[in-house]
């Protein structure tokens, strides 16, 4: 009897421990980085007004966990998660939230394209991100050169103001690099490629220029007096590297296939947008031409209506009058033939 109740007491000890082990090892274990960025993505979702219903925030969710899921085995999957976490707030807050469909499906296949480009792409090391950094710091200095250059009346401080705050942020996206000109270093070739294009839209630059100057017809080249707004000078050179960005885009992003379709669908509806507005203001057109041709009819048409309705009075009073005109020109020739004189009274005699 004493050997069953020991027995019996090391079987009860052995689920004790057997409990406790797996409740410090399921205590222990890391949570999901994928549940983690799907609820780091929600909870920036729900903190902005977007006018997007339930229905498109989950189809928007249910792409980037489309994309996460379909490369689960890429190499450095947890940190490429950390840079999905960290570089959506910024890439969520640059939508403009809409109700139309066809910019939503924009949206929604850049971001599936931002995700699988990272999923995919080769990791960068932090040499390379130096690297990076370095070659954007001397695109941004060269282009803030070039400017001073083109336009030598601009304010260096200004100027140089522009590209510290463009940069800083270009190398906040070097850190949580989810778009994909802001993980690679760059080749030779490509900024080759982007000088190039950056010489030549010099003359969209002046128009540029011309537009936040309010310059219409004077070329740049020939004011060489030292401007004094400076917050033009600042814009200038702020939009003047986001096109440096644009050019970036061209050469190094390869956009995919059903990114492309989404842009054609979206230009397509604008295209029709505009001719339903096109075809609205010339119907508009039509009916004021028309109108303006129906006013004049219409208010003839009221003359004669009005003529119309005089006609009997006038009519009547110019018979009273004839009346009245006999009667009293009978009685001016009684008085000048003698007034009663010649009247014959066929009156019988009194008695």
Same mark, same amino acid.
């Given at each position: 009897?004493?050997?069953?109740?020991?027995?019996?007491?090391?079987?009860?000890?052995?689920?004790?421990?057997? $409990?406790?082990?797996?409740?410090?090892?399921?205590? $222990?274990?890391?949570?999901?980085?994928?549940?983690?960025?799907?609820?780091?993505?929600?909870?920036?979702?729900?903190?902005?007004?977007?006018?997007?219903?339930?229905?498109?925030?989950?189809?928007?969710?249910?792409?980037?966990?489309?994309?996460?899921?379909?490369?689960?085995?890429?190499?450095?999957?947890?940190?490429?998660?950390?840079?999905?976490?960290?570089?959506?707030?910024?890439?969520?807050?640059?939508?403009?939230?809409?109700? !139309?469909?066809?910019?939503?499906?924009?949206?929604?296949?850049?971001?599936?394209?931002?995700?699988?480009?990272?999923?995919?792409?080769?990791?960068?090391?932090?040499?390379?991100?130096?690297?990076?950094?370095?070659?954007?710091?001397?695109?941004?200095?060269?282009?803030?050169?070039?400017?001073?250059?083109?336009?030598?009346?601009?304010?260096?401080?200004?100027?140089?103001?522009?590209?510290?705050?463009?940069?800083?942020?270009?190398?906040?996206?070097?850190?949580?690099?989810?778009?994909?000109?802001?993980?690679?270093?760059? $080749?030779?070739?490509?900024?080759?490629?982007?000088?190039?294009?950056?010489?030549? %839209?010099?003359?969209?630059?002046?128009?540029?220029?011309?537009? %936040?100057?309010?310059?219409?017809?004077?070329?740049?080249?020939?004011?060489?007096?030292?401007?004094?707004?400076?917050?033009?000078?600042?814009? %200038?050179?702020?939009?003047?590297?986001?096109?440096?960005?644009?050019?970036?885009?061209?050469?190094?992003?390869?956009?995919?296939?059903?990114?492309? $379709?989404? %842009? !054609?669908?979206?230009? !397509?509806?604008?295209?029709?947008?505009?001719?339903?507005?096109?075809?609205?203001?010339?119907?508009?057109?039509?009916?004021?031409?028309?109108?303006?041709?129906?006013?004049?009819?219409?208010?003839?048409?009221?003359?004669?209506?009005?003529?119309?309705?005089?006609?009997?009075?006038?009519? !009547?009073?110019?018979?009273?009058?004839?009346?009245?005109?006999?009667?009293?020109?009978?009685?001016?020739?009684?008085?000048?033939?003698?007034?009663?004189?010649?009247?014959?009274?066929?009156?019988?005699?009194?008695?």
């Amino acid at each position: 009897m004493p050997d069953k109740c020991h027995a019996l007491q090391n079987v009860v000890i052995t689920l004790l421990l057997s $409990s406790i082990a797996v409740g410090a090892t399921g205590s $222990s274990e890391k949570p999901d980085p994928t549940d983690q960025t799907l609820e780091v993505i929600r909870d920036c979702m729900a903190r902005s007004s977007a006018p997007w219903t339930d229905e498109w925030k989950q189809e928007y969710v249910e792409t980037i966990l489309s994309a996460v899921d379909s490369h689960r085995d890429s190499p450095h999957y947890a940190l490429r998660l950390e840079i999905l976490r960290k570089g959506f707030a910024p890439c969520w807050e640059s939508l403009t939230k809409t109700k !139309d469909r066809s910019l939503f499906d924009v949206y929604r296949t850049r971001i599936r394209w931002y995700v699988e480009h990272l999923m995919v792409t080769e990791f960068p090391s932090e040499e390379e991100r130096q690297k990076l950094r370095d070659q954007y710091k001397g695109l941004w200095d060269h282009a803030a050169s070039s400017l001073l250059a083109q336009f030598p009346f601009l304010d260096p401080n200004a100027v140089q103001a522009a590209k510290a705050d463009h940069l800083s942020q270009c190398y906040l996206k070097i850190e949580a690099p989810l778009m994909p000109v802001y993980l690679r270093p760059l $080749s030779e070739e490509q900024i080759g490629q982007i000088w190039q294009r950056w010489g030549d %839209l010099r003359y969209a630059r002046v128009d540029l220029w011309r537009q %936040l100057s309010g310059r219409l017809t004077t070329p740049a080249e020939d004011h060489r007096a030292p401007s004094s707004n400076s917050e033009r000078d600042y814009q %200038l050179t702020q939009k003047s590297l986001s096109q440096l960005v644009a050019h970036i885009w061209a050469i190094v992003a390869q956009r995919p296939d059903y990114y492309r $379709s989404a %842009l !054609d669908s979206r230009s !397509d509806a604008l295209k029709r947008r505009f001719q339903s507005m096109r075809e609205a203001r010339s119907d508009q057109q039509r009916l004021e031409k028309e109108r303006s041709r129906q006013l004049p009819q219409t208010e003839h048409i009221g003359f004669l209506l009005a003529a119309l309705l005089e006609t009997p009075r006038c009519l !009547d009073g110019s018979t009273s009058a004839k009346a009245q005109e006999q009667t009293s020109s009978e009685q001016q020739n009684k008085t000048a033939k003698g007034g009663g004189a010649y009247e014959v009274d066929n009156r019988p005699p009194e008695k």
